[in-house]
């Protein structure tokens, strides 16, 4: 496989100037080694875990973890959502009840946030719950920072992966698959 230089160089500069202004130091720019592809899991996920503090998604099937990601969520990550904006992901059970293969973020599987008890709550206080909670990729613009989107939570609210992770889950998850979601 040949690789443009140029291309090297414009994607290297974009994710060091990225990582400039979330507040990391980069490393200096390297040509990336080559990643192993991942062993296709024989089972379909039946659940998905978040685990909102580790930053971590994780596939299982019959209970046992099939996949395991890491993830950026919402910049207020702590506590459920409460309104629409706040910036938190919501934590409780859901379920994944569509898919959108057209998503301006690569591809999404949509979280069934706000659920009736959420709505109720936001009503209580006159606000809105929000919604349009995914789990969702980086889309063309950002695809080519990879892994390093998760250096800081930066989504609305939703559960950011990478491009070829979404591909992954996409085929994973069906529609219907319970999604809890832990602080």
């Known amino acids: 496989m040949r ?5 090297i160089l414009k994607y290297g500069c974009i994710c060091y100037l990225l990582l400039l202004l979330i507040g990391c130091t980069p490393a200096p ?4 080694q080559p990643q192993k592809p991942r062993q296709q ?6 659940r998905v875990v978040v685990e909102k503090s580790k930053h971590q998604l994780h596939l299982q099937s019959r209970g046992q973890i099939i996949r395991s990601y890491q993830i950026a969520l919402g ?3 702590q506590g459920h959502k409460q309104r629409e904006s706040d910036g938190r992901t919501p934590e409780g059970i859901y379920r994944i009840d569509y898919r959108n293969p057209r998503s301006a973020y690569h591809r999404s599987l949509h979280i069934s946030y706000p659920a009736s008890a ?10 809105n719950p929000g919604s349009d909670i995914m789990i969702h990729g980086l889309g ?3 695809a080519a920072i990879g892994k390093l989107h998760t250096a800081k939570d930066w989504t609305l609210g939703c559960i950011a992966v990478t491009n070829d992770e979404i591909e992954e889950i996409w085929k994973l998850v069906p529609n219907g ?3 809890e979601i832990k602080p």
């Open 41 to 46: 899991p024989t089972a379909i996920a039946d």
């Open 3 to 7: 690789v443009n230089p140029a291309h």
């Open 118 to 127: 959420d709505r109720q709550r936001a009503a209580a206080v006159g606000d």
């Open 75 to 77: 910049p207020n990550p």
């Open 177 to 179: 698959t319970i999604i």
């Open 140 to 142: 063309t613009s950002f």
């Open 29 to 32: 720019l390297t040509a990336q």
